[in-house]
């Protein structure tokens, strides 16, 4: 019987947890374009920087384009939306088993 309060009260957030989780891959699957395109114009800034002769501007430059890149924050956001998705279907795999 508490087993099947508990299954009860899992449920709104297990749909929730699931409903968000879809939402951020969403976005974050059309910010990648966008994030994309920035990356490249800002290491486009950086090789300008570097032959004007201002390297600490471009290593700057450099390091933001590392940060907008695939593999800077929108990386982190991704295992962070993994996570959200991971939670959603343990709670399911408690309510179904």
């Known amino acids: 019987m508490f087993k099947l309060i508990l299954k009860l009260v899992a449920m709104p957030f297990a749909l929730v947890l699931t409903l968000v989780a879809a939402v951020f891959n969403f976005l974050l699957s059309v910010s990648a374009i966008f994030f994309g395109i920035a990356?490249?114009?800002?290491?486009?800034?950086?090789?300008?920087?570097f032959i004007t002769g201002e390297?600490?501007?471009?290593?700057?430059?450099?390091?933001?384009?590392?940060?907008?890149?695939?593999?800077?924050?929108p990386a982190l956001a991704g295992w962070l939306v993994g996570l959200l998705d991971s939670a959603g279907g343990a709670l399911r795999g408690f309510i179904v088993g």
């Open 55 to 73: 390297p600490i501007g471009g290593a700057a430059f450099l390091a933001v384009a590392f940060l907008v890149s695939p593999f800077g924050i």
């Open 39 to 49: 990356s490249t114009l800002v290491f486009l800034g950086a090789v300008i920087l």
